[in-house]
């Protein structure tokens, strides 16, 4: 079992930037693959970006540039940093941790891109 919270959502004007936060606990952080999701209202929850257990990173198109995943196994904490914010990424991002067939989410952070 993992546990996640996440942290450092909030409200930014547009071009702005914000660094989310997703500690993990109760596992050994370090096997388990690391993705932020996101989910708009009325849409459905969307892949933005993940980092493998060995450090690889992938990102959709719609952040490539903007966003950069990272983890340190040390702290058991996965961030997602985002620059270049736009009022289309106003969303609740979340984490998830998986491993073999286990997966596990955090409770969500809000994001608010806004003038």
């Known amino acids: 079992q993992v546990q996640l919270v996440e942290s450092g959502g909030g409200l930014v004007q547009p071009g702005g930037s914000l660094r989310l936060s997703c500690a993990a606990s109760g596992s050994i952080f370090s096997i388990y693959a690391m993705d932020w999701y996101r989910q708009a209202p009325g849409k459905q929850r969307e892949l933005v970006a993940s980092?493998?257990?060995?450090?690889?990173?992938n990102y959709e198109d719609f952040v490539k540039g903007r966003f950069t995943i990272s983890r340190d196994n040390a702290k058991n904490t996965v961030y997602l940093y985002m620059s270049s914010l736009k009022p289309e990424d106003t969303a609740v991002y979340y984490c998830?941790?998986?491993?073999?067939?286990?997966?596990?989410w955090g409770q969500g952070t809000q994001v608010t891109v806004s003038s």
């Open positions: 998830y941790a998986r491993y073999g067939y286990s997966g596990y």
């Open positions: 980092v493998s257990s060995g450090g690889s990173t």
